[in-house]
């Protein structure tokens, strides 16, 4: 009596009573007939009461443990973090609740976590904290959008398309009904089950449904009277035949509740209405043994993927594949060995192209059932990539699938779902940029070159790589501006500030640039400043020569300035070596005081071995023919430098970057360098005054040895046109003379000659300015082939 009167007393003084703790005790005893029956979601709820009444250790990780094994992994995380509150916590109590805490997305706070309890005294090799660190933080680069209008609240998983657009989905969709009755599990093996619904969520079994090209969807019905699930399809179009996994009702097909229920995958004909006909069973399903489930048809190799946890596999669910015929002979099963399989279970296979997509719990992974690609080699399977974040989650992502036209699904039950299990579009939130860096002939250049890509404003560089045909390829982010540069040595550099994913709706933004290389030493501007005798000191006649140089080499950073220097036949070699040399010194100094550096200017000396003409010692001539011997020729050339990039001159973008020839051209227009001869009324000889402008012109044309000359011969428009067209030929064959004596090959030269045809002012009335600007011989360099 003391002793009941103790307890009783102990019982009160914990706000208890014996009715209380029987009472706590029969609902812990009806959690755990609910737990043995696997109606884990009324067992979990019995648990949580039950704790609520009485907080135990125990009560709190049967909680835990139930709302894990139902997928609820908010709840369980919550229950988890109970029990390792607890003193009684052991070490797999740990693990369970750091595995839950990866499982709703916490994956990053794993440090925080380990920090906050006495984890310290636990080692978990089970766990690579580093991956999921890494993972859990890496910046995605794709977004999972809910495919519109096939979600339910309930589970829906495993969508494939056909080639007209139809989509072929699993879903318990339906109503939710409590049932104390034990189900089948399409990832376990039961004994007994409800022939009414599954009882593992109380939702209904999973069917097949389909959603046509308007969005309309519709079940589709198995002709098996005994199948209870039915879930992952998957399309021969070829035959027009479905294959799924099928559970069947083991009280049709036994007639008692003795055997253990196992999936197995059928395949049917696909009925205009959608229903499924003439219904077959693989030769090798084994209900009672063993499980098939998830198949996956592979018409480009005639191989079908599945699952099985038959005899002889590494462990758990295994993936194999069958191959077959027209006649659909099918072959006997081969795993895909351990580069795929783990000891624990591999699912839902899918194939694009050359890569085999599965699920895994027992590589490592992010959490729960993770999505991996292998490369296929025959029968080899290598390569093998987590496809990381947000293709996974914390939770199970399972299913993936891409469609013929490139569209990639998968199934996830993550956070932010509509029901239990989603079905998503994988959407990029990168761009592709594809650009092809041609050479010259158009072909892809195969060697290397350097490459940099960044976001305008953004100091960060954007990675980018070379695929398979040598093609520039980086990821851009979207609504973004870029710039890309590229460069070789020799080879003008391209620079794109173009670039813009801004509204960009095409998944891929593809360029192409052309390499050309850089025409070294290109003399674009010639010109000559002459002095008096025996001196080197600047005239005031040279300033404005040099003030132009001056100008363009401060506006064109790609010029460099060549100056030789000469002087008349008179005085010794020596002297006039001497002499030379100050007036090249005379012209750089001169330049310097426009901030012009010594390295853009490249100086010569000659004194008198080159002649401007036969005005040699001893050779009587006048002044004005010494005087064209007196001279610095001054030559800016484009693109001096061959350890230097060079971008491609603004001023000739539009112009063909392969053809040296319209470069020069574009350039003599762009520094109008080429001089118009003109003449006095009725006659054909060079003035003095164009003595100047066509030593300039022979200059440029013994530097460039393919250079063409064109001459064109014109007249005003007095006297008779017969007269004018021999007058036309004669000033054009004199600048051709004149150049000859220069030392340039006639064959370079082509002339023409058109009278008064083509006159510059066409005159009724005209000036003499007018009619001299028509008098005249016009001067075109080309690049020769």
């Keep these: ?69 139902i997928q609820n992994y908010q709840k369980s995380f919550q229950w988890w973090e109970a029990v390792v509150s607890s003193e009684e916590a052991e070490r797999s109590d740990y693990y369970n609740y750091l595995t839950a805490a990866i499982k709703v997305g916490k994956g990053d706070q794993i440090n925080d976590i380990l920090n906050a309890t006495s984890f310290e005294e636990y080692d978990f090799p089970e766990i690579d904290f580093a991956m999921v660190r890494q993972m859990s933080s890496k910046k995605p680069k794709v977004k999972l959008v809910s495919v519109e209008g ?43 089950y409800s022939s009414e619904k599954s009882s593992f969520n109380d939702r209904e079994f999973f069917s097949l449904y389909k959603s046509d090209q308007d969005g309309n969807i519709s079940k589709v019905v198995s002709d098996l009277p005994d199948a209870l699930h039915v879930s992952d399809p998957s399309l021969m179009e070829s035959h027009s035949i479905i294959f799924y996994t099928v559970f069947r009702d083991i009280n049709k097909i036994k007639g008692n509740r003795e055997y253990d229920i196992n999936p197995e995958i059928y395949y049917s004909k696909v009925s205009n209405d959608g229903s499924l006909t003439e219904s077959k069973g693989l030769p090798f399903n084994d209900f009672v043994n063993y499980g098939v489930q998830n198949p996956f048809v592979d018409e480009g190799s005639k191989r079908i993927y599945f699952a099985s946890d038959m005899p002889g596999g590494i462990g ?53 059932m993770d999505i991996f690609s292998a490369t296929i080699s025959g029968n080899e399977f290598q390569n093998l990539q987590n496809l990381g974040v947000p293709y996974n989650s914390p939770r199970d992502d399972f299913g993936y699938f891409v469609s013929t036209e490139g569209k990639r699904y998968l199934s996830s039950d993550r956070i932010g779902g509509l029901g239990l299990d989603d079905i998503y579009l994988v959407e990029d ?21 350097e490459s940099s890509l960044s976001i305008v404003d953004d100091m960060g560089l954007i990675p980018t790589m070379r695929n398979e045909k040598g093609e520039l390829t980086a990821e851009l982010e979207p609504e973004k501006n870029f710039q890309l540069n590229i460069s070789k040595k020799g080879y003008f550099s391209i620079s794109d500030s173009t670039l813009s994913t801004v509204g960009l709706e095409e998944d891929v933004l593809e360029r192409e640039y052309r390499l050309s290389r850089i025409p070294y030493n290109l003399p674009v501007v010639v010109d000559i400043v002459y002095y008096d005798l025996d001196k080197s000191k600047i005239r005031n006649d040279a300033l404005p020569v040099l003030d132009k140089m001056a100008e363009l080499m401060q506006k064109y950073d790609f010029l460099d300035l060549a100056v030789a220097s000469h002087t008349d036949s008179r005085a010794s070699d020596a002297y006039n070596k001497a002499l030379s040399q100050r007036r090249a010194d005379a012209v750089r100094e001169y330049l310097s005081k426009f901030g012009i550096p010594e390295n853009r200017i490249r100086i010569d000396w000659f004194g008198k071995e080159k002649l401007a003409n036969d005005c040699g010692d001893g050779v009587p001539c006048p002044e004005t023919k010494h005087q064209l ?54 006659k054909s000889t060079i003035r003095s005054v164009h003595q100047k402008d066509l030593e300039r012109v022979g ?49 370079r030269m082509q002339y023409e000659w058109f009278g008064k045809s083509q006159p510059i002012n066409d005159c009724g009335s005209c000036t003499e300015a007018m009619h001299q600007e028509n008098r005249r011989t016009e001067l075109h360099l080309k690049g020769g082939k």
């Design 429 to 449: 939130l990168f761009k592709m940029l594809i650009a092809r860096v041609i050479d010259c002939d158009g072909n892809i250049i195969s060697e290397a070159f």
């Design 1 to 69: 009596m003391k002793k009941l009167f103790c307890l009783l007393f102990l019982l009160v003084s914990m706000g208890l009573s014996p009715h209380f703790v029987a009472a706590q005790n029969r609902q812990l005893r009806y959690a755990d007939r609910q737990l043995e029956l696997e109606n884990y979601q009324h067992a979990a709820e019995t648990y949580e009461k039950a704790y609520q009444s009485k907080a135990r250790y125990t009560t709190a990780k049967k909680a835990a443990e139930t709302y894990q094994l």
């Design 699 to 747: 200059i440029m044309l013994n530097k460039m040895k393919n250079l063409q000359l064109y001459l064109a011969g014109h007249t005003d428009q007095r006297g008779n046109e017969d007269y004018n067209m021999k007058l036309a030929e004669r000033r054009a064959k004199a600048v051709m003379e004149y150049l000859v004596n220069r030392g340039v090959d006639a064959a």
């Design 150 to 192: 096939v979600n339910s609240d309930g589970s829906d998983f495993g969508l494939k398309t056909d080639s007209e657009g139809i989509k072929y989905f699993s879903s318990d969709r339906g109503q939710v009904v409590p049932t104390e009755k034990k189900s089948i599990r399409l990832d376990a093996k039961s004994k007994l």
């Design 316 to 368: 758990g669910f295994d993936l194999y594949y069958i191959t077959y015929d027209e006649d659909l002979n099918f072959g006997e099963p081969i795993n895909l060995g351990n580069a795929i399989n783990t000891s624990q279970n591999e699912s839902h296979p899918t194939v694009f192209e050359n890569l085999l997509y599965f699920s895994s719990r027992g590589h490592a992974g992010i959490g729960g």
């Design 629 to 682: 011997n007196r001279r610095s020729e001054l030559v800016l050339e484009a693109f001096t430098d061959k350890d230097r990039e060079y971008d491609f001159p603004k001023e000739l973008i539009g112009k063909d970057v392969c053809d040296e020839s319209a470069l020069f051209e574009a350039l003599q227009r762009e520094f109008n360098s080429v001089p118009t001869v003109y003449f006095d009324f009725d």
